[in-house]
C-alpha cells in the first residue's frame, strides 16, 4: 500500500471517531461485493501468420468492500467513502509465453515468468464536502463515469482513480462537473501509476476535465465535455440523447456522440518518441506519425417495444489517426510483479468485449437485440446479441486497409426470491475476426467469461 493511501486510511479513521454525528453514520451504507470469474481468451490463427498469441484460462474470486458514509450536519457537510479489493486466483492462467516474452495478465498480476499471483489486494479512500446540492470528492477511490473518462470494471476487479472530482446540480436540470485526476490503479493492479494513452508509453500526471449535462426537456439531453491529458491530447466532446415515447409500451431513443481530439505537449513534437503513438494503428503521416488527430462520431438509435429491444447504429473515425483512450497500461512493482494490463473503457456502444472499432479511418457498422424476459414471467433474465462489422481502416502511411468484425452474445439472471435472492449470473461469449491486413494490429480471438455476482449490504 502506497503511503498515500495509508495516509487517507489513517485520515478516514480519525474522521470517523470525530463525526459521530446524525447524518454521517445514519445516512451510511456499507457493501460487500462477491465476484467469481471464470475467463478463456483463445488468440485464433490470424490468416497472415502462423503465431498464435497468448492462450488465457483462469479462474479468480474477487472481493470489494465500499463504506459510504453521509455527511455531517452544518452549511458544509462533510463525509468519508472507504474502498478495499482482494482477488484470489483460484486456477489457471496464461499457457504460454508470448513470442515477444511477453507475461501480462488481463485479469491478476503476474511474477516475472507469467504465473499468476495467488492473491492480490489494494484499498483506498475518499473524502467529502457538500455544500446544498454540490459535492466534492478527493482521494484514490474514485471510479468516473463520464463521456470523457470511464472506469473500467470488464474483469475481476474495477479501476480507480486518485485525484478529485467535484458535481453540482444546484441549477435545475443542469448538472456541472469538472475534475483533475493524477494516477490510476488498473483492474489487475495493487499499485497507482501515471496516467497514458494506448499505444504511448509515458506517462502524465495531469488529465483535467469538465463539462455539463443539460436536461432540456424530460425527454432531451445535451452534452459537452472538455478534457486534457497533459503532453497527449485535447478533446472535445458534444452529445445530444432524445426519447420519444410511442403508446403506451413503445419508444424511440436517439443517441448521438462527437469526438474531436488533437495533440497536446509532447505529443505533437516529433522528438517526443515516449508521447507519440505506436502499435495503435495508423497515426499521422509523414513527420506527423504518432501525433494524436481524431474525430470520431456515432448515431445510435434504439426501438423499444416491451421486453423488445432493436439498435441500429453508425460510427465514423477520421483516417488521419486513431481515437486517444486513456490507459494507465502496465506496471511493474518492486519485487518485479507485473501488476497487468491497465484495461480502457471508452463511452461508446462499440466499445464491445474484446475490441472498441476505434482506428484510424474506421467506418462500423453495429447492431444489437435484447430481450428482458420479465415480459413473459421471468423477472431476472435477460438476453442480448449484437454484431458489429468495422472497414475501411487505415493501417499505414501507404493507404492499406483492413476491416475486421465482433459478435457478442450475453445472458444475465439475477435470482428473485429464496434463499439465492439477489445472486446474479453472467455468461458472455465473444468472436472477432480480422482480415490479413490488419494483423498484426489485431488477431482473430474467441473469448468467454462467466461471471458469479452477489452483494451483501450491511443493516
Same mark, same amino acid.
Given at each position: 500500500? %502506497?503511503?498515500?493511501?495509508?495516509?487517507?486510511?489513517?485520515?478516514? #479513521?480519525?474522521?470517523?471517531?470525530?463525526?459521530?454525528?446524525?447524518?454521517?453514520?445514519?445516512?451510511?451504507?456499507?457493501?460487500?461485493?462477491?465476484?467469481?470469474?471464470?475467463?478463456?481468451?483463445?488468440?485464433?490463427?490470424?490468416?497472415?501468420?502462423?503465431?498464435?498469441?497468448?492462450?488465457?484460462?483462469?479462474?479468480?474470486?474477487?472481493?470489494?468492500?465500499?463504506?459510504?458514509?453521509?455527511?455531517?450536519?452544518?452549511?458544509?457537510?462533510?463525509?468519508?467513502?472507504?474502498?478495499?479489493?482482494?482477488?484470489?486466483?483460484?486456477?489457471?492462467?496464461?499457457?504460454?509465453?508470448?513470442?515477444?516474452?511477453?507475461?501480462?495478465?488481463?485479469?491478476?498480476?503476474?511474477?516475472?515468468?507469467?504465473?499468476?499471483?495467488?492473491?492480490?489486494?489494494?484499498?483506498?479512500?475518499?473524502?467529502?464536502?457538500?455544500?446544498?446540492?454540490?459535492?466534492?470528492?478527493?482521494?484514490?477511490?474514485?471510479?468516473?463515469?463520464?463521456?470523457?473518462?470511464?472506469?473500467? /470494471?470488464?474483469?475481476?476487479?474495477?479501476?480507480?482513480?486518485?485525484?478529485?472530482?467535484?458535481? $453540482?446540480?444546484?441549477?435545475?436540470?443542469?448538472?456541472?462537473?469538472?475534475?483533475?485526476?493524477?494516477?490510476?490503479?488498473?483492474?489487475?493492479?495493487?499499485? =497507482?501509476?501515471?496516467?497514458?494513452?494506448?499505444? #504511448?508509453?509515458?506517462?502524465?500526471?495531469?488529465?483535467?476535465?469538465?463539462?455539463?449535462?443539460? %436536461?432540456?426537456?424530460?425527454?432531451?439531453?445535451?452534452?459537452?465535455? =472538455?478534457?486534457?491529458?497533459?503532453?497527449?491530447?485535447?478533446?472535445?466532446? !458534444?452529445?445530444?440523447?432524445?426519447?420519444?415515447?410511442?403508446?403506451? /409500451?413503445?419508444? !424511440?431513443?436517439?443517441?448521438?456522440?462527437?469526438?474531436? $481530439?488533437?495533440?497536446?505537449?509532447?505529443?505533437?513534437?516529433?522528438?517526443?518518441?515516449?508521447?507519440?503513438?505506436?502499435?495503435?494503428?495508423?497515426?499521422?503521416?509523414?513527420?506527423?506519425?504518432?501525433?494524436?488527430?481524431?474525430?470520431?462520431?456515432?448515431?445510435? !438509435?434504439? =426501438?423499444?417495444?416491451?421486453?423488445?429491444?432493436?439498435?441500429?447504429?453508425?460510427?465514423?473515425?477520421?483516417?488521419? #489517426?486513431?481515437?486517444?483512450?486513456?490507459?494507465?497500461?502496465?506496471?511493474?512493482?518492486?519485487?518485479?510483479?507485473?501488476?497487468?494490463?491497465?484495461?480502457?473503457? &471508452?463511452?461508446? !456502444?462499440?466499445?464491445?468485449?474484446?475490441?472498441?472499432?476505434?482506428?484510424?479511418?474506421?467506418?462500423? %457498422?453495429?447492431?444489437?437485440?435484447?430481450?428482458?424476459?420479465?415480459?413473459?414471467? &421471468?423477472?431476472?433474465?435477460?438476453?442480448?446479441?449484437? =454484431?458489429?462489422?468495422?472497414?475501411?481502416?487505415?493501417? $499505414?502511411?501507404?493507404?492499406?486497409?483492413?476491416?475486421?468484425?465482433?459478435?457478442?452474445?450475453?445472458?444475465?439472471?439475477?435470482?428473485?426470491?429464496?434463499?439465492?435472492?439477489?445472486?446474479?449470473?453472467?455468461?458472455?461469449?465473444?468472436?472477432?475476426?480480422?482480415?490479413?491486413?490488419?494483423?498484426?494490429?489485431?488477431?482473430?480471438?474467441?473469448?468467454?467469461?462467466?461471471?458469479?455476482?452477489?452483494?451483501?449490504?450491511?443493516?
Amino acid at each position: 500500500m %502506497k503511503k498515500s493511501t495509508l495516509a487517507l486510511a489513517v485520515y478516514a #479513521g480519525v474522521m470517523a471517531t470525530q463525526a459521530g454525528a446524525a447524518g454521517f453514520l445514519e445516512d451510511s451504507k456499507a457493501t460487500l461485493s462477491s465476484r467469481t470469474l471464470y475467463f478463456e481468451q483463445d488468440p485464433r490463427e490470424p490468416s497472415a501468420s502462423g503465431a498464435k498469441g497468448q492462450d488465457q484460462r483462469q479462474t479468480t474470486q474477487g472481493f470489494l468492500f465500499n463504506f459510504i458514509s453521509g455527511y455531517t450536519p452544518g452549511t458544509v457537510g462533510f463525509g468519508l467513502d472507504v474502498q478495499g479489493m482482494y482477488g484470489i486466483n483460484l486456477s489457471g492462467g496464461i499457457d504460454n509465453r508470448a513470442a515477444n516474452g511477453s507475461t501480462a495478465n488481463t485479469v491478476s498480476p503476474t511474477s516475472s515468468d507469467g504465473t499468476p499471483e495467488h492473491n492480490w489486494a489494494r484499498a483506498g479512500a475518499n473524502v467529502k464536502a457538500k455544500i446544498s446540492k454540490t459535492e466534492l470528492k478527493i482521494g484514490n477511490a474514485l471510479q468516473p463515469n463520464l463521456p470523457i473518462l470511464v472506469s473500467n /470494471d470488464g474483469r475481476l476487479l474495477p479501476q480507480t482513480f486518485e485525484g478529485g472530482i467535484v458535481t $453540482s446540480k444546484d441549477i435545475d436540470n443542469l448538472t456541472l462537473t469538472a475534475g483533475k485526476l493524477t494516477k490510476a490503479a488498473g483492474r489487475a493492479s495493487t499499485n =497507482y501509476d501515471n496516467l497514458s494513452v494506448s499505444g #504511448g508509453t509515458k506517462g502524465s500526471n495531469n488529465f483535467q476535465f469538465a463539462g455539463a449535462d443539460y %436536461k432540456l426537456t424530460k425527454d432531451l439531453t445535451l452534452q459537452y465535455y =472538455y478534457a486534457n491529458l497533459e503532453d497527449y491530447y485535447n478533446q472535445h466532446f !458534444f452529445g445530444l440523447l432524445h426519447v420519444l415515447p410511442i403508446g403506451e /409500451d413503445q419508444s !424511440f431513443k436517439t443517441d448521438l456522440r462527437y469526438f474531436h $481530439s488533437t495533440s497536446d505537449g509532447k505529443n505533437g513534437q516529433s522528438n517526443n518518441v515516449g508521447y507519440r503513438l505506436t502499435g495503435n494503428g495508423y497515426s499521422g503521416t509523414g513527420s506527423d506519425t504518432g501525433e494524436i488527430d481524431n474525430d470520431l462520431w456515432t448515431a445510435m !438509435f434504439t =426501438y423499444t417495444l416491451g421486453g423488445h429491444a432493436f439498435m441500429l447504429g453508425y460510427q465514423s473515425s477520421s483516417d488521419s #489517426g486513431a481515437m486517444p483512450i486513456i490507459n494507465n497500461g502496465s506496471v511493474v512493482d518492486g519485487r518485479g510483479r507485473n501488476e497487468g494490463e491497465g484495461g480502457n473503457s &471508452v463511452y461508446l !456502444f462499440t466499445d464491445s468485449m474484446i475490441t472498441n472499432f476505434t482506428r484510424a479511418g474506421e467506418k462500423t %457498422k453495429f447492431g444489437q437485440y435484447s430481450y428482458d424476459f420479465a415480459r413473459v414471467g &421471468v423477472p431476472g433474465l435477460k438476453a442480448a446479441i449484437a =454484431y458489429l462489422h468495422g472497414d475501411q481502416i487505415r493501417t $499505414s502511411a501507404t493507404g492499406a486497409r483492413g476491416s475486421e468484425w465482433e459478435r457478442d452474445m450475453r445472458i444475465d439472471y439475477v435470482f428473485q426470491d429464496s434463499f439465492l435472492k439477489g445472486f446474479g449470473v453472467t455468461v458472455r461469449r465473444a468472436n472477432l475476426r480480422s482480415d490479413s491486413d490488419l494483423y498484426p494490429l489485431q488477431q482473430n480471438v474467441d473469448q468467454t467469461r462467466v461471471i458469479l455476482n452477489y452483494t451483501y449490504a450491511f443493516k
